[in-house]
């Protein structure tokens, strides 16, 4: 009976097992780890171009590989509480470790890393977006009046509102996008929805949920959230409809609002003209009339 090799075995072992990179993704980053002696790369961009080379060698031998960023202070915090020293490979690795497990990551399947990096980021961006809001919502407590959990009735009603919106308007694409003022920086969450002409709406789960939490973070804290949903269907002018959160409600802007929000520039306040091919929409009414009737948290 033939025996398979050692040195053979674990050859074909190794192309069973993941693994994950730990991506400095700036320049700002990168000087960070350049403090530590055992980090031995000196340029951005060259660490980048060998981060791209180990990841198309990887590939080429049937590797998986996934892709994390690797900030350098939550790095320096994980060995002050786990007691590492931060100066040696083997921590950098445990610390990959972590995130692999439980934060931000994406599959190298091929792609060059120029492409890959703005998806890392949007990622990263996302998930501390979701869960920020998360924590806020977890936050609000109960009801002072009813007793009812104001972070979960938010929740609801948020989810009823988009149902609501992608509703009302034809078949075709759906595109929305939410945002929330918060404490340090506007919270974004956007929902691409596919609706057939049975009305069948597509969309990932996930991201739903995600948009759900943000917009009910604006209903629970009554800060001034915005809405916009684009339509777009084949042989038809893209439609923009938006609506604005006030008092905890979500009110909808009429077609001229929705026009003067979209051509002005958010930084500048300066004229921006508008888009070809596209209807800027009176937005229809959303809420129930016992919300409107001021009957919210």
Same mark, same amino acid.
């Given at each position: 009976?033939?025996?398979?090799?050692?040195?053979?075995?674990?050859?074909?072992?190794?192309?069973?097992?993941?693994?994950?990179?730990?991506?400095?993704?700036?320049?700002?980053?990168?000087?960070?780890?350049?403090?530590?002696?055992?980090?031995?790369?000196?340029?951005?961009?060259?660490?980048?171009?060998?981060?791209?080379?180990?990841?198309?060698?990887?590939?080429?031998?049937?590797?998986?590989?996934?892709?994390?960023?690797?900030?350098?202070?939550?790095?320096?915090?994980?060995?002050?509480?786990?007691?590492?020293?931060?100066?040696?490979?083997?921590?950098?690795?445990? &610390?990959?470790?972590? #995130? %692999?497990? !439980?934060?931000? @990551?994406?599959?190298?399947? $091929?792609?060059? +890393?120029?492409?890959?990096?703005?998806?890392?980021?949007?990622?990263?961006?996302?998930?501390?977006?979701?869960?920020?809001?998360?924590?806020?919502?977890?936050?609000?407590?109960?009801?002072?009046?009813?007793?009812?959990?104001?972070?979960?009735?938010?929740?609801?009603?948020?989810?009823?509102?988009?149902?609501?919106?992608?509703?009302?308007?034809?078949?075709?694409?759906?595109?929305?996008?939410?945002?929330?003022?918060?404490?340090?920086?506007?919270?974004?969450?956007?929902?691409?929805?596919?609706?057939?002409?049975?009305?069948?709406?597509?969309?990932?789960?996930?991201?739903?949920?995600? &948009?759900?939490?943000? #917009? %009910?973070? !604006?209903?629970? @804290?009554?800060?001034?959230? $915005?809405?916009? +949903?684009?339509?777009?269907?084949?042989?038809?002018?893209?439609?923009?409809?938006?609506?604005?959160?006030?008092?905890?409600?979500?009110?909808?802007?009429?077609?001229?609002?929705?026009?003067?929000?979209?051509?002005?520039?958010?930084?500048?306040?300066?004229?921006?003209?508008?888009?070809?091919?596209?209807?800027?929409?009176?937005?229809?009414?959303?809420?129930?009339?016992?919300?409107?009737?001021?009957?919210?948290?």
């Amino acid at each position: 009976m033939a025996h398979t090799r050692p040195d053979t075995m674990r050859r074909a072992l190794r192309r069973e097992v993941a693994g994950t990179i730990g991506l400095l993704a700036d320049e700002e980053d990168f000087a960070a780890m350049r403090r530590y002696r055992t980090f031995t790369f000196d340029d951005h961009d060259t660490y980048l171009q060998q981060v791209e080379a180990l990841l198309r060698t990887l590939a080429s031998q049937g590797r998986h590989t996934s892709v994390a960023l690797f900030d350098p202070e939550e790095y320096e915090m994980y060995c002050e509480d786990t007691g590492l020293d931060p100066d040696t490979p083997a921590s950098r690795t445990r &610390f990959t470790a972590e #995130l %692999a497990a !439980g934060g931000p @990551t994406i599959p190298y399947e $091929g792609q060059p +890393l120029a492409d890959l990096l703005p998806d890392l980021v949007d990622e990263a961006v996302r998930q501390a977006t979701w869960e920020y809001a998360t924590t806020v919502l977890a936050r609000t407590g109960a009801c002072a009046t009813c007793g009812e959990d104001i972070g979960r009735a938010a929740f609801a009603r948020a989810s009823e509102l988009i149902t609501r919106a992608i509703d009302t308007s034809a078949p075709g694409t759906r595109h929305l996008v939410c945002s929330v003022p918060s404490d340090s920086e506007t919270l974004l969450a956007a929902l691409h929805v596919e609706v057939d002409a049975d009305g069948s709406a597509l969309l990932d789960e996930t991201e739903a949920l995600e &948009f759900a939490t943000v #917009l %009910a973070v !604006g209903i629970a @804290t009554h800060r001034a959230a $915005g809405m916009v +949903l684009r339509t777009s269907a084949e042989g038809a002018r893209d439609r923009v409809q938006g609506w604005r959160m006030h008092g905890g409600l979500l009110q909808p802007l009429t077609a001229a609002e929705v026009f003067d929000a979209y051509c002005t520039d958010a930084i500048t306040g300066d004229l921006v003209a508008p888009e070809s091919g596209v209807d800027y929409c009176a937005a229809p009414h959303l809420e129930d009339d016992d919300q409107e009737n001021g009957h919210t948290h």
